[in-house]
């Protein structure tokens, strides 16, 4: 883990998602592999492991730095800017 100052930026509770699933992949025909909650807005995008890689678009339109898994069982965040679970 790391000392990420982004986290202590984040809105207090977490957004709720505002999608189920990843709207990219649905719009494309695609399926996620797993998926990914930012924590900044609320918006749920496809891993780096899924064909269109829609967290990391997001991150990289939006600079919205910290994600979370939105997968059952998961909570491990991570920091787009620092490139390193938090």
Not at 62 to 71: A, K, L
């Amino acid at each position: 883990m790391s000392d990420c100052l982004h986290v202590s930026a984040l809105p207090r509770p977490e957004p709720a998602p505002l999608s189920a699933t990843c709207p990219g992949c649905l719009a494309a025909g695609t399926h996620p592999v797993q998926l990914r909650l930012c924590l900044v807005c609320g918006h749920v995008g496809c891993c780096d492991s899924s064909p269109l890689q829609h967290a990391t678009g997001h991150f990289k339109e939006t600079g919205h730095p910290v994600m979370r898994s939105f997968e059952p069982g998961e909570s491990w965040r991570w920091c787009f800017e620092d490139g390193s679970i938090v």
